[in-house]
């Protein structure tokens, strides 16, 4: 896994959305494939940008940190009409 740019980290943290990284710092998540499908949770960070964008995400069921790939999560439904 690659380190994250400090850029993009820093808008991250500034919850500052873009096409590359659609989700920040607390956004509301489905985890919609893999091994935890059928979760949701909280984005805490991203893992990595390369050579996809990986985010950890808390469960909202057990606390519980995961890694999951982008393609993996998409926006809680009271999150989904936020604008990039």
Known sequence: MSQVPR????????????RSVPFVLNDGVDIIGGDHAGRSGSVLSIVSVQPTLVFLVETGDSGEDVV???AQLQACPEDRDRSL
């Open 68 to 70: 999951v790939p982008v």
């Open 7 to 18: 850029a993009i980290e820093e808008a991250f943290f500034a919850r500052r959305r873009s």
